[in-house]
């Protein structure tokens, strides 16, 4: 089992930034890779970035691409996602995930454990 728990989510206006952080506990978190998704009310989860076990491989969404970074440091078992230039459309519910291998994913249904999820509030 790995737990993971998020940090970091609030209220900020738009333009403004925030600092996600996903700590992990119960396994070996280097080798797991992970992702950071979103969810916001009435629509679908969506992932927003993914990174490898090692860190090498990230991935972002369109809709990010620029904005956030997906970072790891596997010394602490943390995996962080640095978001500025915020935007009203980037309020959601974010969730960290891990997923047993080295490659991360874009489909929810291929991670094996999620946080508690974070809320993230962008006004404008």
């Known amino acids: 089992q790995v737990q993971l728990v998020e940090s970091g989510g609030g209220l900020v206006q738009a333009g403004g930034s925030l600092r996600l952080s996903c700590a992990a506990s119960?396994?070996?978190?280097?080798?797991?890779?992970m992702g950071w998704f979103r969810q916001a009310p009435g629509k679908e989860r969506e992932i927003v970035a993914g990174?490898?076990?090692?860190?090498?491989?990230?991935y972002y969404a369109d809709s990010v691409k620029g904005r956030f970074t997906i970072s790891r440091d596997n010394a602490k078992n943390t995996v962080y996602l640095q978001m500025n230039s915020l935007k009203p459309e980037d309020t959601a519910i974010y969730y960290c995930a891990a997923r047993s291998g080295s490659g991360w994913h874009t489909f929810a249904d291929q991670y094996d454990y999620w946080g508690q999820g974070t809320q993230v509030t962008v006004s404008s």
């Open positions: 990174i490898s076990a090692s860190g090498r491989s990230t």
């Open positions: 119960g396994r070996t978190f280097s080798n797991y890779a």
